[in-house]
């Protein structure tokens, strides 16, 4: 059963660091773009930042300069390190990616149970 685990959020104070993994398990032929999104009380889940296999980044405009994406593809693990944290950035995060069972199928979408990030003083 293939599926996103992902670790690493808590309470954090203003200004402080947190960083979050996403491990992907099961049958995986390959594991091409992985995203981390977030979702505030009463708001829309928002794409925060996402990697190709090639290791191309993009970033929502409210978290750049602050958070950054990696990912180590030998382990299928993805990571989000995030620094200078604010309080707006309280959230469940959603770990996403386009995973490929088989090398002859097409990639399927799956998500993470999430985890949650809250920066309060």
């Known amino acids: 059963q293939v599926q996103l685990v992902e670790s690493g959020g808590g309470l954090v104070q203003p200004g402080g660091s947190l960083r979050l993994s996403c491990a992907a398990s099961?049958?995986?032929?390959?594991?091409?773009?992985m995203r981390w999104y977030r979702q505030a009380p009463g708001k829309q889940r928002e794409l925060v930042a996402a990697i190709t296999s090639d290791h191309t980044t993009n970033y929502a405009d409210s978290v750049k300069g602050r958070f950054t994406i990696s990912r180590d593809n030998v382990k299928k693990t993805v990571y989000l390190q995030m620094n200078s944290l604010k309080p707006e950035d309280t959230a469940v995060y959603y770990c996403?990616?386009?995973?490929?069972?088989?090398?002859?199928?097409?990639?399927?979408?799956?998500w993470g149970r999430g985890t949650q990030v809250t920066v309060s003083s």
């Open positions: 099961g049958s995986i032929f390959s594991v091409n773009t």
């Open positions: 996403n990616a386009d995973l490929q069972k088989f090398p002859w199928t097409a990639p399927n979408n799956y």
